[in-house]
T-cell receptor
Framework: RKEVEQDPGPFNVPEGATVAFNCTYSNSASQSFFWYRQDCRKEPKLLMS???SGNEDGRFTAQLNRASQYISLLIRDSKLSDSATYLC??????????FGPGTRLSVLP | DTGVSQDPRHKITKRGQNVTFRCDPISEHNRLYWYRQTLGQGPEFLTYFQNEAQLEKSRLLSDRFSAERPKGSFSTLEIQRTEQGDSAMYLC????????????FGEGSRLTVL
């Protein structure tokens, strides 16, 4: 089993739709959690950290469920510019960041 | 530009040659990471440094790969006797050791081994 797994995708959604991605991690000692966005042939860029109580940044909401060891990202009112690959990242005690394979999102006009 | 910078951005080499990549992290960041990414996959951890100390290396990192960060600032990643399977994007990232320590990535060095 991989350390970090994500919905395989791709997700093709119309503009304005709400879309949710899930990510599961296997290491129960994981400390910190993040969502990154990666555009085609570009580097990953931090979208948001994920806090235990859940957090929201505009149209983006991240949730953490430690008991079930999963993280979610909800995007409301999807824009064309949201089209990208979304990477889940988990940091363990050793300070190593482990990334999932990513979920590709295409927002269609 | 005060972000993470990597050089070269693209490298084409023949199998068996050695290549070296350089990474300059964000100046106040004391942690520096190297990742490798192939098409359709997430970044795969290779190694990381805290200041000049290399604290962790992936078991996937063969003896042909070596990384240094001699003065705790820039880092180099050398691949000896390159193989076609080494073709990938090599990403460098840096972070602060305090707080949640989010990673900030450079634009990457794309390696093609012919």
């Amino acid at each position: 089993r991989k350390e970090v797994e994500q919905d395989p995708g791709p997700f093709n959604v119309p503009e304005g739709a709400t879309v949710a991605f899930n990510c599961t991690y296997s290491n129960s000692a994981s400390q910190s959690f993040f969502w990154y966005r990666q555009d085609c042939r570009k580097e990953p860029k931090l979208l948001m950290s994920v806090y235990s109580s859940g957090n929201e940044d505009g149209r983006f909401t991240a949730q953490l469920n430690r008991a079930s060891q999963y993280i979610s990202l909800l995007i409301r009112d999807s824009k064309l510019s949201d089209s990208a690959t979304y990477l889940c990242a988990v940091k363990d005690y050793g300070q190593n960041f482990v990334f999932g394979p990513g979920t590709r999102l295409s927002v269609l006009p | 530009d005060t972000g993470v910078s990597q050089d070269p951005r693209h490298k084409i080499t023949k199998r068996g040659q050695n290549v070296t990549f350089r990474c300059d992290p964000i100046s106040e960041h004391n942690r520096l990471y190297w990742y490798r990414q192939t098409l359709g996959q997430g970044p795969e951890f290779l190694t990381y440094f805290q200041n000049e100390a290399q604290l962790e290396k992936s078991r996937l990192l063969s003896d042909r790969f070596s990384a240094e960060r001699p003065k705790g600032s820039f880092s180099t990643l050398e691949i000896q006797r390159t193989e076609q399977g080494d073709s990938a994007m090599y990403l460098c990232a840096s972070s602060l050791w305090t707080g949640t320590g989010e990673l900030f990535f450079g634009e990457g060095s794309r390696l093609t081994v012919l």
